[in-house]
């Protein structure tokens, strides 16, 4: 079995690059034929180039070309990334290979995805966000901030301003979504899907190819087992993640000031004022790099997660419950499913202050109920740990399933 995996950027800008880059040495090291394929440049460093073939096209993202009408065009259908992978799969054989697909977006465009679907070859999509169906890859109206009920592609859908930059922008932006599901075949010819949250498979599902497979892969956590924390000697109640509205940040410090807690945030984005404003004790971070990220989880009572987004897990808060850290989680969104509601952590009602600040004041007040949280997060996350180890495996097994 040969393995093609696919990113627009051939290093770590975000979490689906990150999963998809952490496996490639994993499954070289299991012995398959590994290739990564990606548009944007530099290469991780991590990468074992005696293992892994790795080829990029060396083109811009679209917040990265200096020419915003390339990359308006390019960004709609790439034909020179299309030859290009096109030139690479030419060298494999269907019959034996997987080509694995996480982002195409930010630089690839769908037009990677046709060629690989026209040469007959069996694919696989990581759902890593909801592009697959939606032209600005939330569900999500970022100008109302909220979670929007329209049908993907519809045609209220064409006419509604949801984007947060402009209506242009949103315009350009489901242009490429009908020449995704017209001419790249996404997601109507597509028929195996990597899922990585019940709450993002439910929200995805009625719009995919209704015969469609799914594969639960879950993303791997990079922590190393240790002792728990203990969560009742901390009075913090911690925030990582982009500082942006829809994330949840400022209204979390609002919370925050009305239930008198202890609020930190690690992360960087437009909302720093504005929580300084809602509640000038917040303590602002700023960004951490991993082991910074999991110091300070570590020092922390629990960590909230307030997105107003669907999202498609919330990986924070399974890696809070890696250190035995309980979460505060909204019932809008994916990373409700890392905790076990009044086991291992709360839920609040999305979007009510009141009701997240009575469950801060809960576990503030009481500091044996944030122990035993923590205690039973840590415990029901290492009987099953997300490692890379059990990722690969799952890829694996997942492969040659969609082979057979």
Same mark, same amino acid.
Request: aromatic share 12%; with cysteine.
């Given at each position: 079995m040969r393995i093609i995996v696919v990113n627009d950027h051939g290093s770590v800008t975000g979490g689906a690059a990150q999963v998809a880059i952490a496996s490639l040495n994993a499954l070289a090291e299991s012995g398959f034929e590994v290739t990564f394929v990606s548009s944007v440049g530099p290469i991780d460093k991590g990468i074992n180039n005696q293992r892994v073939r790795v080829i990029n096209f060396g083109f811009d993202d679209l917040m990265g070309n200096p020419s915003r009408i390339n990359a308006a065009f390019h960004g709609l259908w790439d034909f020179r990334c299309a030859r290009k992978f096109g030139a690479v799969l030419d060298e494999y054989s269907p019959e034996d290979t997987v080509v694995h697909f996480h982002t195409w977006v930010k630089s690839l465009t769908s037009s990677v995805i046709f060629e690989a679907l026209k040469r007959g070859f069996k694919i696989v999509v990581t759902l890593h966000d909801y592009f697959s169906i939606c032209p600005n890859g939330g569900l999500f109206n970022y100008a109302d901030n909220e979670h929007c009920l329209?049908?993907?592609? &519809?045609?209220?859908? *064409?006419?509604?301003?949801?984007?947060?930059?402009?209506? *242009?922008?949103?315009?350009?932006? #489901?242009?490429? +979504? $009908?020449?995704?599901?017209?001419?790249?075949?996404? =997601?109507?010819?597509?028929?195996? #899907?990597?899922?990585?949250?019940?709450?993002?498979?439910?929200?995805?599902?009625?719009?995919? +190819? =209704?015969?469609?497979?799914?594969?639960?892969?879950?993303? =791997?956590?990079?922590?190393?087992?240790? *002792?728990? @924390?203990?969560? &009742?000697? @901390?009075?913090?109640?911690?925030?990582?993640?982009? $500082? &942006?509205?829809?994330?949840?940040?400022? %209204? %979390?410090?609002?919370a925050a000031k009305q239930a008198n807690v202890r609020a930190a945030f690690v992360g960087q984005g437009v909302e720093s004022e504005a929580i300084l404003k809602a509640n000038p004790e917040s303590v602002l971070l700023g960004w951490n790099d991993r082991s910074g990220v999991v110091s300070h989880m570590r020092a922390s009572r629990a960590l909230v997660f307030p997105s107003i987004l669907h999202e498609t897990q919330g990986l924070a808060v399974v890696e809070a419950a890696a250190l035995g850290i309980p979460a505060i989680v909204s019932d809008g969104c994916a990373a409700q499913d890392g905790i076990i509601a009044n086991v291992t952590g709360l839920l609040f009602k999305s979007g009510d202050v009141e009701d997240l600040a009575r469950k801060l004041v809960l576990l503030n007040d009481n500091s044996d109920l944030a122990r035993q949280f923590g205690k039973a997060a840590y415990e029901n996350y290492w009987k099953a740990p997300s490692t890379i180890d059990t990722h690969v495996q799952d890829l694996i097994k997942c492969y040659q399933e969609i082979l057979k």
């Open positions: 329209i049908k993907p592609m &519809s045609v209220r859908c *064409a006419l509604v301003n949801c984007d947060s930059r402009s209506r *242009a922008e949103k315009t350009w932006r #489901f242009a490429r +979504h $009908l020449a995704q599901y017209e001419m790249g075949g996404v =997601p109507k010819r597509i028929d195996n #899907f990597i899922t990585v949250s019940d709450y993002s498979e439910r929200l995805l599902k009625p719009y995919l +190819h =209704p015969n469609a497979r799914f594969f639960r892969v879950r993303n =791997p956590i990079d922590i190393v087992k240790s *002792a728990p @924390s203990n969560a &009742s000697h @901390s009075n913090i109640f911690l925030f990582v993640g982009r $500082l &942006s509205p829809e994330k949840g940040a400022t %209204f %979390f410090a609002r």
